[in-house]
């Protein structure tokens, strides 16, 4: 019985090895059928030229400058409305003050007080716009006596005084004032001319 068996296991075994002697030339020739295909793929690409892969690249970095650009210039608006919003708003608290003043001042005529502190009243709130101006480095442009300046002063008339010299300011219609150098508004004047 042992015979048999080991006759059994010896027969298992080299039809085993038969196997597997028959499938190495298939594994060989699969293998083989792989690498001409690789090399026939390879053979089929054509050879990329290093002037072509320079221009794509060029391509793909002025596609991210532009991502890049437009993603600051949406960030430079989106700063811009910010700082616009908060400079709105620093102005408007500093004349709030004023505008209470005078809604004050409203009541304090429509209850018939003394008229000589009405007056009192509105000259603290000229003070007030002042300071609120002062406070915002807004100043008045010097316009009276003047020699006229096209950049700051607007000539609405010509006037006649032989005291005066030619191209001097001898009225001030309307006060001018500037932040800075800008002008926010121009001061319209008279202008004196001797001709």
Do not use: C, W
């Not at 015979?3 to 594994?27: H, L, R, S």
């Not at 390879?42 to 320079?54: L, N, R």
């Not at 607007?154 to 800008?182: C, Q, S, T, W």
């Amino acid at each position: 019985m042992q015979d048999n068996e080991m006759k059994e296991k010896q027969a298992e075994q080299e039809t085993a090895e038969a196997k597997a002697a028959e499938q190495e030339p298939a594994e060989a020739a699969e293998a083989e059928k792989a690498e001409d295909a690789k090399n026939a793929e390879e053979a089929a690409e054509p050879e990329v030229d290093p002037k072509d892969a320079k221009i794509e690249e060029l391509q793909n970095r002025l596609l991210r400058l532009q991502a890049d650009f437009e993603n600051f210039r949406r960030r430079t608006n989106i700063e811009k409305e910010q700082l616009s919003t908060f400079v709105t708003a620093n102005v408007v608290g500093k004349f709030l003050k004023v505008l209470d003043n005078f809604e004050r001042a409203e009541a304090s005529v429509e209850k018939g007080d003394n008229v000589d502190a009405v007056v009192d009243g509105m000259k603290k709130i000229r003070r007030q716009f002042e300071d609120a101006f002062k406070d915002l480095k807004v100043e008045e442009i010097e316009a009276q006596n003047a020699k006229f300046d096209p950049n700051i002063h607007e000539a609405v008339m010509r006037g006649h005084n032989p005291e005066l010299d030619d191209e001097i300011v001898d009225m001030v219609f309307e006060k001018g004032y500037k932040l800075g150098d800008k002008v926010i508004r121009h001061s319209k004047v008279r202008v004196n001319t001797n001709e």
